[in-house]
């Protein structure tokens, strides 16, 4: 099924931009960055977006002041985020905890929550309405680290969209601070869980020293297929799609490989596929995003309750073209498990180590696909009052301006089917080889129609 939203147009009024502030005097001192939070590769701003639909129990509650109140009360708990960026020696990030505040925006739309389709799937039409960018806000050094826009709908419902800047967080840290601002929304006086820095955990040891191989920091020069401008389209995985993947497998990894594992090897030979390498002896990445808070890179101890920074590496999947369009399915799965696999604790504090003694790099660009899996970070379970969203997730897929970026977002279907929706960025004309291998793939064993949107 093709859900068409790019034909839907509205009207945004928005007010001034202004900066909320903490509700309270708080700690005015420098705080340094991680580095693992730090690098290159995590200076870019990322967009999140939540629609809220109206609810009768909040009727007379206006939106924008409910969050403006509680965002400031937040705030006095997690003030690094009203501070600025500062550059140190090196390019080292820290932050100013000056108590200026995020940029925050009231905003009115003449649409309703239901002109916008049954299914909400990224890219959104007019987002760029939706969450303005302020002149001279979306830089790293000295702008407002979070910027935050909320429009009411003609219906009652709201938009809540918010651009964080991803070297103070990553997904469970935001997660971890909307979380506290719908308590704080609810009443509460104070977050359940309290907000702690620690990033000096995962700062780079004394002295530094790199112990395993990072293929995903391998300096390469771009190349055409690599860099282009984005066209993007989001894609539904649920039960059904999963199954027939499934069935592509040898019995011992249908039934030993998680569902990322098999719908990032399936996404990745597709969208190899559909941009056309001419040499087979091309090198390509897949970048698999790993958190230091679960599973086998999960830290002993553990990171401390309250810890918001980044906490991840993305250990990289190595073949070439011809090889991975070469054999089957499981072949990539294989990749896709043991890179995932290599990723444990001393895994990330070699990563962080690598940062301070090669200068921060980005991680490969060339031939590269990153994969974030959000289903664990809890962006679901965020109620400012007006009950769950129908949509918490990216507004788009990439990151800044790399396009072969993908996020998994939890998601549930019209037809109340529980899965997860992936936004996919291409050049246009390889969208459309990517649709057909993607539907040719999922045909081989079932016939099972996609649903996805596009813009």
Not at 288 to 315: E, S, T
Request: include cysteine.
């Amino acid at each position: 099924m093709v859900l068409q939203t790019s034909s839907l147009g509205f009207i945004v009024r928005r007010h001034p931009p202004e900066l909320v502030a903490p509700a309270n005097p708080t700690p005015h001192e420098v705080k340094l960055l991680s580095d693992i939070d730090d690098q290159n590769g995590l200076r870019y701003q990322l967009p999140l977006v939540l629609f809220f639909p109206y609810q009768p129990s909040m009727e007379g509650k206006d939106p924008v002041e409910v969050i403006r109140e509680a965002l400031s009360k937040t705030l006095v708990f997690y003030y690094p985020f009203a501070g600025r960026l500062r550059e140190g020696p090196d390019g080292k990030l820290m932050v100013d905890c000056n108590g200026e505040g995020v940029m925050f925006i009231e905003a009115d739309a003449d649409v309703t929550i239901e002109q916008f389709g049954n299914n909400f799937m990224p890219p959104f039409p007019c987002f760029d309405e939706l969450l303005y960018n302020v002149p001279g806000s979306d830089g790293m050094i000295d702008t407002p680290l979070l910027l935050i826009q909320v429009t009411r709908l003609k219906c009652g419902g709201f938009i809540f969209a918010l651009r964080m800047n991803h070297t103070m967080c990553d997904g469970s840290g935001i997660c971890q601070f909307l979380k506290a601002l719908s308590e704080i929304a609810h009443g509460a006086p104070k977050p359940s869980i309290l907000p702690g820095w620690h990033r000096e955990i995962l700062c780079a040891r004394e002295p530094p020293r790199i112990t395993c191989i990072h293929q995903e920091y391998q300096q390469l020069p771009p190349d055409s297929r690599s860099i282009f401008i984005p066209h993007q389209r989001s894609f539904f995985f649920g039960p059904k799609e999963i199954a027939s993947l499934r069935a592509l497998l040898p019995h011992h990894l249908a039934t030993k490989s998680t569902s990322f594992e098999v719908i990032t090897a399936c996404l990745w030979r597709c969208r190899t596929a559909s941009l056309k390498w001419q040499n087979p002896n091309q090198e390509v990445r897949l970048l698999c995003i790993v958190n230091a808070r679960f599973g086998n890179c999960r830290f002993n101890p553990p990171l401390p309750d309250g810890f918001y920074g980044n906490a991840f590496v993305f250990p990289a999947a190595v073949t070439t073209v011809g090889k991975l369009l070469g054999r089957s399915l499981g072949y990539a799965v294989e990749l896709v498990k043991k890179a995932k696999d290599e990723a444990d604790e001393e895994y990330v504090h070699s990563v962080a180590d690598l940062m301070a003694i090669k200068g921060r790099p980005c991680f490969t660009k060339l031939g590269s696909f990153m994969v974030s899996d959000l289903t664990k970070s809890g962006l679901i379970d965020v109620n400012l009052g007006w009950g769950k969203a129908l949509y918490s997730g990216v507004a788009k897929g990439g990151l800044g301006d790399i396009p072969g970026v993908s996020f998994y977002v939890p998601y549930t279907n019209s037809k109340g089917e529980r899965g997860r929706v992936i936004p996919i960025c291409l050049p246009e004309d390889a969208m459309e080889r990517f649709e057909k291998e993607l539907h040719d793939t999922l045909m081989i064993k079932n016939n099972i129609p996609m649903l996805m949107s596009s813009l």
